[in-house]
């Protein structure tokens, strides 16, 4: 039993297209911001997929770096996108 | 890669597209919220056993305070505008991307390449971050930053203009 990268490949690809499925098929519009986790998260399997077995030439950790990049942008989105919906109004 | 990191891999792989689907699927603020952080913890498992451990650790943090988030009682729902047959499509649309992503990822041709780094690589990332890519990471940061600050203003100015 091995990985490689195609392994990476298909758990990312699932995790975009499940970022997809959200983003579409939720009514609450907030409820839809969980695809923007799902989404980069896939990608970012991607590039870490690509750093540890693809990584031939350059800088060979630039997808982890790309990971973390996305990850920390998928925070402070969901952040962003749960402030301009604002507060429930309080009782 | 050994057995233990490949089984390690494809567990790791299960628990986060399990945590995708109940963030995509399941009803209820804290079911998604729940299903959001076992992706984080998912996540982090496929970032620990590519040899990503400093990555793996960053991830973890981020998704649980996006589980966090998505779990609070305190954000107003908004209600899409968009008719059911446009949903369908997308979902469409959607099932369509997976199959030429898979379809992309199966018939493509790789190059394969050795792996040097550790298991951690925090040194070497720390080197790529602060001296290779300073200038792109410090502009990542200023986004970060004011995508922060607009997220506490918009929240606090809603909340005055009450």
New interface residues.
Partial sequence: ???G???????????????????????????????I??MF?GA??AF??V??????GG????G??F???L???????????????????PR | MDSLHAIGFYASSGVSLAGALGATLLPGRDLRGASLGVLGIGLAGIYLTLSAGLAALVVLICYLGCAAMFASPQYRPLEAVVGGMWRQAGAIAAAVLLALLVYSAFRGDFVHATFFGGTIGAANLGRVFFAHDALAIEAVALIVFAALSGAGAAWYARERGR
């Fill in positions: 039993m091995t990985v990268l195609v392994a990476t490949f298909f758990v990312g690809g699932g995790l975009i297209a499940a970022g997809c499925f959200a983003a579409v098929w939720r009514r609450d519009l907030t409820a839809a911001l969980a695809s986790p799902l998260g970012g399997v870490a997929g750093a540890r077995f693809a990584a031939a800088p060979q950790l630039f982890q770096e990971a973390v990049v990850a920390i942008a998928a925070t402070a989105l969901v952040a962003l996108g749960l402030g301009i919906a604002g507060r429930v109004a």
